[in-house]
Each structure stands twice: as C-alpha cells, then as structure tokens.
C-alpha cells in the first residue's frame, strides 16, 4: 500500500546572488508501507533535498508529494510539525540528539512534544532503549556515548512517536563499518517487527546492500526508474 | 513543559561563566535600585521627620486664613473647641499649644526683627525637639526667659543671662512691650531659625500680647509620619472648614513635599536606566546563546517542536536567569541596606547642606518590603519583554537550513 507517492517534482534553490541550482528535476516515486528504501547517490544529487521533501521539512518548486494523503506543499507550516511530530521519525548523520539532556531524556522529548503522560513516556523510552541495546546508558547524558551508541539513541528517539516512517539522512557517515552494519541491522529488525518504512539516503555500500529497494539518483533525477 | 525548564536549565548552567554574568548584572542593577531606594526614602523621611520634629509638627490647627495670612488677629479665639476635637482624634501622641507673632527685639547695643513663639514648654518638648537644639543655656521654663536664635544672639551682641526688651502690637492694638532674660542659645543648624527665632512661655506670651487664652495654632504629633494623612483627615471632619484650617506636613511645607517629590522621581529615573542595563544584559545572554544553539533549534523545529514552544523555552530561560539575578540582588540590596539602617551613612563632610535640608548628617536607609516587590515584578517583566525578539528569531528559524548551519 502507498505510503508516499511523489509525482514530478523539482526544487529550485535561487541563492542570495540570483544563482538558481536545480536539486531536483521531476521525481516520480512512490513509497510503500514497510519499505526499507535507499537512495543513493554522489554529493550534490538532491538525496537529502528529496528526504527533507519527503519529511515535510521543504516543500518543492512544482509537483505534489502525498504523504499519507496529505498534500504536503499545500499544507500550512504549523500542520506540518505536526505531521513531523506524529508521522516522521528522523536520523541524521551527525545524530543531532540534545546535548543537555540524558539518552532517555532525548527520546522522552519526543512523547513530551506528543503530551503523552510522563509515566508512559518514561516506560516506552525504557523500552525502547532496551530494543536498542543502551538499558544501562540511559542516565548518561549523551555526549559521553560512542558514535553508535548516539545514533541508536537517536534510532530509539525516531521510533518514540510511533512513525509512520523513519528518514535517515546518511545515517552511517560517521561511524565504522563494523558499528555501521550494526546499525542498519537494528534498524532492518525494527522495519520488520514494527512495520516501520525506512528511507536512507546514502552513499554507503553496506547500506545499499541491506536495503530491500534502492533508488539511485543523479543530479536531481532517478536513474533506475 | 517539565522538558523544557529541564533543558533551559540545563543550558543555563552549560554556559555558566555567563550566566553567572547576567544574573551578576541584574543581581547588581536590582540591588542598586533596592539601596538608592532605600536611602532616598531614610534621606526624605529624616527631611520631614527633623522638619516637623524642628519647629512645625506633624500637624497643625489653624483659625482659617492664618496659614496664608499669620497674625494675631487670626487666632484661635475658642482653644478648647479644638482640644476637644483633638481629644476625640485618634493616633495622636502629644500636642502644643502656640503663639506666634512677629516682634521687634532690642538689645543695648542693637535691634532685630524675629518670629516670637509663645510655647507650653512641658507640651512643647513632646512634640518638637527644639528643647534638643539649646547650645547654651537651657530651655525656657519661666515667664521671664526667653531662647533666641544664636544668630540673633549674635547680631544683638547678647549672651546668656543678658536681657532684651521685645516690642509689638498686641491683639488690642496696644503697644506691646517687655523685657526678658536670655536663658538659652538655639542652634537648630538652619540659618532661617537661627537668626530669626525667640521663644518665651505660652503664659508669657499671652500677656505680652493681652491674648486672653486665645492661640495661634496647635502643633500636633503623629504616632508616625505614615499615619498624618489620616490623622489630618479625621481632626478635619470634627472641625467647623469655615472656622478652622487643619493642615499636614505636606500643606504647612510644600517645597519639602516638592523635593520629596523630586527624589521619587530621580529613583523612577534611575530604575529606568538600570532596566535598560538589565534589558541589554539579558538581551545579548540570550542572542549570544540562540546564535550558539541555531542547529539545536532546527532540531527542535524538525522533530515537531512547535514555534510557541521554543519561545516558551527561551522565556524560561530568561524567567530563570531574571529571578536568580532578583533573588541574587535582593540579598544584597537588603543586606546593605539592612546593616545601613542599622549603622547609618556618615556624610558629615556634606554636614551644611544636609542640616540646610534638615537631613542630617548621619543617613539610615529605611527598608520598605512595597518597592522591592514592585521593582522584582518591572525587572522580571522586563527580562520577560527582551526575550521575545531573541525566542521570535529561534522560532523562525528555517529548520533545514539551521541544521544544515
């Protein structure tokens, strides 16, 4: 079933100096429920540009993107969070977790944003931080983890809210190839026990590998169609 | 909400040299407005308390018009009608019957003008400390005495025990004259007083001036200075308006309410220039911190976090730092102004001036629990104000482009 379904879309980026850069060119994709998809690429292809589209954090120039039937560039800014908040999970390659907070704080965050009850924040974070193999880092505040440890956190806090689908955003950039393979087997485990669709845009092979779908794009359009 | 006072918190202490600074600003700025407040308001209530403890009382009795128009012609022709409202009057501590009336004064050698006041010396002491203000000599006791100014003493070329003879017209219309012995040397610190005062007993002046009982004013003290208003108040209600006029400090010396008046407004002004102190102090903490934290705000804005709820984090931010600063400057203000009013403030090298201004040379700050309270509320509103450029820019913060940097 369709999650998400793009169809023909671009963006323009005009900088300040009037330059217009085209990072996408008519992108036609559609996403199914449970996919676990990579976009791969070289730099300056429009993955992350696609992947910010998709998560509702850009709109395009032209074309639409249905996300779970909504219009996402007809849809105010304040429903957008919104839908960020309750449909999206994000990981990003440089984990991008709250440096004052502790690791169960982190995936806390997310139900505070939901007002969940902070009983059942604190339970599901538990949880969640135990499917992630941190249950005894979870005090810590998370600038003294590991690289792998952080991005399982900020695995654990993209699951918090109950997703729809979980963007990551070179996710295995900044880790080993041991800890990145890891990673991503955590992550296909989850797609699978969670019924959660994974997007990644990556130039990691491992990461391709494991991907049951791959996109490949090159200087704003798909290449394998 | 419990999030985000944790991670307000949390950044206020990740940036603690700073922090420290801010609140150390509004600490300063807040404890400041406390002390000069505090010594303004000991300044101006020593003004007024030397003033009426001096020479005029708290409150005075009047027939009507003689405040504009003084005399002997505008006395009070039926005391008792005024003691028996003042009886009935309450928070009075004590009251002093007077005449008044200007005399010629002559001395072998020279002759003056000056304000004769006819006073009950017993009643006299509890309302006034002129008694306090005999150099030399004592307070007048008998009929015969008389204090004089000892800046008349002076020009008259006279000293204790000499005599002089005053003259005046008497209610009557007769000529008055008599003669009376120097007891004492009144040095009140104001020259107006001490060149141009004398003071004979109530009984004495009665004859001098062939008064038949009748008064010039009452003078009365107030159990405080706070309480006048009402007092003045009450007295004016048991009077006939049309016979008597009952006037409070602030109506017997206008121009001590007027500098009064003045002082609150140099503190208002002051407490203006130190918000704006405060203001610009908070102001760059938190712009300092949001363009420190743009990343972490596109974070936020990714997740889902809502725009009222980053402002709300960073008025926490600045509620926290603007209440440690009051907290911090309270402490101090009243601790300085607490061990002031205690010890006091010597200014004795300004002593003219401030005995000019019946301040005194000694300042004890009084400490009044009201300003701080309503200064603590305008600098954490203030705090609160400034915040909302700085959380306004964070909450517009494109979240893309923020966490690209």
Known sequence: MALIEIRGITKTHIEKSGVRTEALRGIDLTVNEGDFLSIAGPSGSGKTTLLNIIGALDSPTSGTVLFDGIDIGNTPTARLADLRLKKVGFVFQAYNLFNTLTAIENIEYIMVLQAKPPFEARKTAKALLERVGLSAHGDKQVNRLSGGEQQRVAVARALASGPKVILADEPTANLDSRTAANLIDLMRELNIEKNVTFIFSTHDKIVMDKATRLVLLKDGKILNG | ?405
């Open chain 2, 1 to 405: 909400m419990l999030i985000f006072i944790k991670i307000a918190w949390r950044n206020i202490r990740r940036n603690f040299y700073r922090s420290v600074i801010t609140i150390s600003s509004i600490g300063i700025g807040f404890a400041s407005l406390f002390f000069i407040r505090s010594f303004i308001d000991g300044a101006d209530h020593q003004m007024v308390e030397n003033y009426t403890g001096l020479i005029s009382g708290h409150i005075q009795i009047h027939s009507k018009g003689f405040q504009d128009n003084p005399g002997l012609k505008k006395s009070i022709r039926s005391p008792l009608e005024v003691t028996g409202a003042l009886v009935k009057a309450s928070g009075i501590t004590a009251v002093s019957p007077r005449v008044k009336e200007y005399v010629l004064i002559s001395s072998a050698e020279n002759s003056g003008g000056a304000l004769l006041m006819g006073v009950d010396p017993e009643q006299e002491v509890n309302v006034t400390s002129l008694h306090k203000h005999i150099r030399s000599g004592k307070f007048v006791s008998t009929d015969g005495q008389i204090v004089i100014g000892k800046t008349l003493a002076r020009s008259l070329s006279v000293g204790i025990n000499d005599k002089i003879v005053v003259v005046a017209q008497a209610f009557d219309g007769s000529l008055a004259s008599e003669s009376y012995r120097i007891c004492g040397l009144l040095d009140t610190g104001a020259e107006e007083m001490d060149k141009g005062l004398a003071i004979v007993t109530l009984r004495a002046a009665d004859q001098l001036f062939v008064l038949d009982g009748k008064v010039s004013e009452f003078a009365v003290r107030a159990g405080s200075l706070e309480k006048t208003d009402k007092i003045t108040a009450s007295i004016k209600r048991s009077l006939d308006p049309l016979k008597y006029e009952v006037l409070s400090w602030k109506e017997i010396s206008p121009s001590l309410l007027q500098w009064i008046q003045f002082d609150v407004a140099f503190s208002d002004f002051l407490l203006l220039v130190i918000l704006l102190v405060v203001a610009a102090g908070i102001l760059n903490t938190l712009l300092m911190g949001i363009l420190e934290r743009v990343r972490e705000f596109g974070i936020m804005l990714a997740l889902g976090t809502k725009r009222r709820q980053i402002v709300l984090m960073i008025g926490i931010e600045s509620l926290i730092l603007g209440l440690a600063g009051i907290a911090a400057g309270f402490a101090l203000g009243a601790g300085s102004s607490g061990y002031f009013a205690v010890h006091g403030i010597n200014l004795s090298s300004f002593s003219a001036a401030l005995d000019e201004y019946y301040t005194g040379s000694v300042i004890y700050p009084r400490i009044s629990y009201g300003y701080p309270v309503i200064y603590g509320t305008i600098v954490l509103i203030t705090s609160l104000i400034v915040s909302i450029y700085p959380a306004w820019r964070a909450a517009r913060l494109n979240p893309v482009e923020a966490i690209r940097g």
